[in-house]
């Protein structure tokens, strides 16, 4: 059971980490920048940008290709 996850970066770090570490690296105005939605940019905090980002596959999957950049770096 754990063979379908060895391949992902992504396996065992959840989505309000790698929110933690990009707004803790980049801030909410350039998160805003890299990544133009409106939980980044009116009035931002974890649990209104968490809550949209669980619903919105697009923009979590940007999110995610984020973090992995930042980690590669």
């Keep these: 059971m754990n063979d379908k996850q060895a391949g992902n970066p992504l396996h065992g770090i959840t ?11 980049y801030g909410w105005a350039e998160l805003g920048r890299l990544i133009d939605i409106r939980c ?28 992995l950049d930042k980690k590669s770096n």
Excluded: C, G, H
Aim: zero cysteines; charged letters at 35%.
């Design 40 to 67: 980044f940019n009116n009035d931002p905090s974890i649990k209104s940008s968490l809550k949209f980002l669980r619903k919105t596959d697009w923009a979590r999957k940007q999110v995610e290709a984020l973090y």
């Design 15 to 25: 989505l309000e980490k790698m929110l933690n570490e990009l707004v803790a690296d």
